[in-house]
């Protein structure tokens, strides 16, 4: 059951031993992209996920930001096509297309994990496939207990959390009552190949009712649709229903087409309302929270995967400067601002209507329509939006003329 890898034991920078032992739990792109940082900078790092491997319920999106993140460490990505078009739909009958000029790849999350687990392992990490069941401190500052599902133990200086949106470890360290503000969407995926080579086109149909969106992000060789809804346990089936309507009335039931009852798989993505980066603990005396464990999602467009990877860089680079503390105001400053706004715009954007406003307006305004690909795509941050729609809408002269009598955006 323990895959003891031969490097396990190595610690690169202590001269007498490790920088200590740590168990990070989950080997998805968060608990992954840790473990490899932190055995590079002399840990013994344990990394504990009893599905590894896995193809996690995901469209698989990879932005530039994310890219750019994944290629300081992982050569031979998929090819990240520029220029794709991006249609989207409104309930209310509105189309709107664009060409989208920044990198957008598609990846099957298995590969993914795969790739980023085996280069964990090169460094070093040792890949146990058990389930994290609780973790418990031997005295205030002493190490953790940590149990797994086989009821065997182990111990380390430092706990992390990288198990995704119900977090085993969060409960454990945490609490449940400390993330009663972290509100659920439900995702719904379908993978399947195109019977065709994919297109290009990647879609976003926005739903009413709940409101929310269904997405088809072509990959090479094969391609994702999925459904985002804010979670409700009162309508369990309503996400699977809504997809497979799509599906079919795309022709996309089955494996490539016909009509066969479609294979759906789900997952939850964690979102934190907008008060929630204040007071959210993600990090503790031995212990931290990454990723969607640390609820780092974009409620308005569902991106994970980068966040995932800036929490792990943001923790490892706080323990190599010797201030672990500095993780939490890193991760509110450079992710809670933005996710914070984002919680914040995404109770406007999914109104009723808005949909259908907003892509009017972009099908009429190509200011408009440019920040909004740029937002979808997350070359535009929520941060400074309202200014770059300012100057990307109004004319010069009227902006200036506006600035003088008010003094301010
Ligand atoms: C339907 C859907 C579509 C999405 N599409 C996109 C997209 O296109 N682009 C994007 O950027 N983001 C997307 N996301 C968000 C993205 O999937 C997550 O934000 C990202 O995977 C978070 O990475 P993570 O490493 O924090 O957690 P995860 O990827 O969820 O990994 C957690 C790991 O922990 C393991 N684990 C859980 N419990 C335990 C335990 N007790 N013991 C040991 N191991 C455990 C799991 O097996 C898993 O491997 C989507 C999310 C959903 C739900």
């Not at 031979?76 to 078009?85: E, F, G, H, M, T």
Request: glycine residues 12%; proline residues 7%; hydrophobic residues 40%.
């Amino acid at each position: 059951m323990i895959d003891e890898h031969p490097k396990a034991k190595r610690c690169r920078h202590e001269p007498d031993g490790c920088a200590g032992r740590a168990v990070v739990v989950g080997a998805g792109p968060a608990g992954a992209r840790a473990a490899f940082r932190l055995a590079g900078d002399g840990w013994s790092v344990s990394l504990y996920d009893h599905r590894y491997p896995w193809e996690k319920p995901c469209g698989g999106g990879l932005n530039e930001r994310a890219l750019s993140l994944l290629r300081q460490t992982l050569p031979r990505l998929p090819r990240a096509p520029v220029n794709r078009r991006l249609r989207l739909d409104s309930s209310g009958g509105t189309c709107l297309e664009m060409e989208i000029d920044t990198p957008f790849a598609v990846m099957p999350r298995l590969e993914l994990q795969r790739r980023m687990v085996e280069q964990a392992r090169e460094a070093g990490v040792s890949l146990i496939r058990r389930r994290f069941r609780s973790a418990r401190r031997t005295g205030a500052n002493g190490p953790w207990l940590i149990d797994d599902h086989t009821g065997e133990q182990a111990e380390a200086d430092l706990l992390v959390g990288a198990d995704g949106a119900l977090s085993a470890v969060r409960q454990a360290v945490a609490g449940p009552d400390a993330w009663r503000d972290v509100r659920p969407a439900v995702g719904m995926v379908h993978f399947f190949s195109p019977p065709t080579r994919p297109a290009r086109e990647m879609r976003l149909v926005f739903t009413d009712h709940p409101s929310g969106y269904i997405w088809e992000f072509p990959g090479e060789g094969f391609a994702t649709v999925g459904i985002s809804l804010p979670f409700d346990p009162r309508e369990g089936t309503l996400a699977r229903t809504l997809l497979h309507r799509y599906l079919v009335q795309r022709g996309w039931t089955g494996n490539g087409s016909g009509n066969s009852v479609p294979r759906l798989r789900g997952a939850i993505a964690p979102s934190a309302a907008a008060e929630h980066w204040q007071r959210g603990p993600i990090q503790g005396n031995g212990w931290a929270l990454l990723g969607d464990a640390a609820g780092l999602v974009d409620p308005l467009t569902g991106e994970g995967i980068y966040y995932a990877l800036r929490s792990a860089d943001l923790l490892a680079e706080a323990l190599a400067g010797g201030e672990p503390g500095r993780y939490t105001r890193d991760v509110r400053r450079e992710l809670g601002t933005e996710l914070s706004l984002a919680a914040h715009y995404v109770k406007r954007f999914f109104h009723a209507g808005f949909p259908d406003e907003m892509l009017n307006l972009a099908g009429s305004h190509n200011g408009v329509r440019r920040v909004l690909g740029d937002l979808l795509c997350g070359r535009q941050s929520y941060i400074g939006l309202k200014q770059t729609l300012f100057r990307s809408c109004i004319p010069a002269g009227l902006r200036y003329l506006l600035l003088k009598l008010t003094g301010r955006w």
